[in-house]
């Protein structure tokens, strides 16, 4: 089975650009988060979705924005790119949001 | 806002040392889970503890949750040098927030 895929793995953009982020959980998994990393720190906490409805949303100006398809897949946009948005971007799935996460390799976002 | 933070920040072991890892949340938890994370890796879910008291052990790892919910612990014996990377606790908060602590980064020399 594969695991849980984003794309792309690397992206470069310049100041004030859109970006968007895919995920596609694991088979079966209906619940779909996204993390901000930056190097040396803990993930942060973006969004949470369940079954396509947003169900957290973490300290993140009104620029990022995410949502949640039919078949479960996710997108994460981030609009008007700053330097500071840098970082790996994480998607995790799980069953439902009480059980662990699968996290994916993740979109190293560079923005120049 | 809710935190969740770890000690100690890094930690530099000899083989076969003991390591343990502590997390304190500023806000009861309904459940914690710890992660590892390899250098240029992802993290790797470990384990999910959900009640008061619970201790759980996988093979040399031990893990422990607060009686009060709001702190926890991991603790390794015997130290490998494949032990090495970073290990998250993240604790939910009733919203179904997950929350990263800020990580203990483990080296091990051999």
């Known amino acids: 089975d594969a695991g849980v895929t984003q794309s792309p793995t690397h992206l470069i953009k310049t100041r004030g650009q859109h970006v968007t982020l895919r995920c596609s959980p694991i088979?079966?998994?209906?619940?779909v988060s996204w993390y901000q990393q930056v190097l040396g720190q803990g993930p942060q906490f973006i969004f949470q979705?369940?079954?396509?409805?947003?169900?957290g949303r973490g300290n993140f100006p009104d620029r990022f924005s995410a949502r949640q398809f039919p078949n479960y897949s996710s997108e994460l946009n981030v609009n008007a790119l700053l330097l500071g948005d840098s970082a790996l971007y994480l998607c995790?799935?799980?069953?439902?949001?009480?059980?662990?996460?699968?996290f994916g390799s993740g979109t190293r976002l560079t923005v120049v | 806002g809710q935190q969740v933070m770890q000690i100690p920040q890094y930690q530099h072991v000899q083989e076969g040392e003991d390591f343990t890892t502590y997390c304190n949340s500023s806000t009861t938890l309904s459940n914690i889970q710890w992660y590892k994370q390899r250098p240029g890796g992802h993290p790797v879910f470990l384990i999910q503890l959900v009640k008061s008291g619970e201790v759980k052990k996988q093979k040399r790892l031990t893990f422990q949750f607060g009686e009060a919910k709001k702190n926890s612990s991991l603790h390794i014996t015997a130290t490998q040098t494949t032990d090495v990377g970073t290990y998250f606790c993240?604790?939910?908060?009733?919203?179904?927030?997950?929350?990263f602590g800020t990580g203990t980064r483990l080296q091990v020399f051999p």
């Open positions: 995790a799935s799980s069953l439902h949001g009480g059980y662990g996460y699968t």
């Open positions: 979705y369940y079954e396509k409805e947003e169900r």
């Open positions: 993240a604790g939910r908060l009733e919203t179904d927030k997950l929350i």
């Open positions: 088979s079966g998994h209906k619940s």
